[in-house]
C-alpha cells in the first residue's frame, strides 16, 4: 500500500466522527466513496470524459489506453472502467459498494483508526472504530478550511477532498472546524461543480433522498 493516503481514504475519515466512529451521510456513502475514487483516476489521467458525450446516466468515462495505477484500489477501479463505456452514475452504484470495508481496512492498517472487536452481553461479537491519528485529521481539516473559510486557492487535492464533502450533503458535520455559512456553501459548491465526479456524487445523493422522501411520504398517505 503506498505511503500517501488516496483521497478517498482522507474523505472517509473526514466523514467519521473522532470518538462514535459514526459515518456522517452514510446511507448515501458508497456514491460518495465511488465519486472519490472516479476523481483520483481522472485527476491521474487514467480515464477520461467528454462535456459532449452524455447518455441517461451521465457523462460517459473511458479509462485511458495503456495508463495502470500502482495502487490495487484504483488499479481494480480502473480495470471495471475499461470493461465497457458507460455513463458515470452507472459506475458509482458499481464501484462504490465494496468500498466501505476496504477503505477502512486500509485506514486501520495505516494506524489512522483504531478497530476494537468485543462481545455484547458477552455473546454477540460486535465491532467499533475510532480515529486514532487525530494529527492526520486536523492536518485535513485545516486544509479544507483555509479553502473555504480563509480563501486559499487549493491544490487539484483539496478541491476534490471539498467538492466531495459539498456533494455529498455532509460539509456541515465539519461545523465545528468549518462554520458552516453562506459563503462557505456557495465557495464548496463552486468546487463541487468545478468536478465532473463530485457533480455526479450530487445528483446519487439527491435522487436517492427524493425517492426516500417519496416512499416516507407514499406510507404516511397510506
Given at each position: ?84 463505456v ?9 464501484i ?12 486501520v ?12 452481553l ?90 426516500v ?10
Amino acid at each position: 500500500m503506498p505511503n500517501e493516503p488516496l483521497i478517498v481514504e482522507d474523505l472517509l475519515l473526514l466523514m467519521m466522527d473522532d470518538t462514535s466512529g459514526a459515518i456522517a451521510g452514510e446511507g448515501t456513502l458508497y456514491y460518495t466513496l465511488g465519486g472519490a475514487v472516479l476523481v483520483e483516476l481522472g485527476l491521474g489521467g487514467y480515464v477520461r470524459v467528454d462535456a459532449r458525450d452524455v447518455g441517461l446516466t451521465g457523462l460517459k468515462v473511458r479509462a485511458v489506453t495503456g495508463a495502470s495505477p500502482q495502487d490495487p484500489l484504483l488499479r481494480s477501479a480502473r480495470k471495471q472502467v475499461a470493461e465497457r463505456v458507460r455513463g458515470v452514475q452507472t459506475l458509482l452504484a458499481e464501484i462504490g459498494p465494496a468500498l466501505r470495508g476496504t477503505v477502512l481496512d486500509r485506514l486501520v492498517e495505516r494506524g489512522t483508526l483504531h478497530r476494537e472487536r468485543k462481545k455484547t452481553l458477552g455473546v454477540f461479537p460486535s465491532t467499533s472504530l475510532s480515529v486514532a491519528d487525530t494529527g492526520r485529521k486536523k492536518a485535513l481539516l485545516q486544509q479544507v478550511r483555509a479553502v473555504l473559510v480563509d480563501h486559499a486557492e487549493p491544490d487539484a487535492r483539496t478541491a476534490a477532498l471539498v467538492g466531495l464533502l459539498s456533494a455529498s450533503g455532509t460539509l456541515p458535520s465539519l461545523h465545528r472546524t468549518v462554520p458552516w455559512s453562506g459563503k462557505v456553501y456557495r465557495r464548496a459548491k463552486e468546487l463541487e461543480q468545478g468536478s465532473w465526479g463530485a457533480e455526479a456524487v450530487n445528483a446519487a445523493v439527491l435522487r436517492t433522498m427524493a425517492a426516500v422522501s417519496a416512499g416516507t411520504a407514499a406510507a404516511v398517505t397510506d
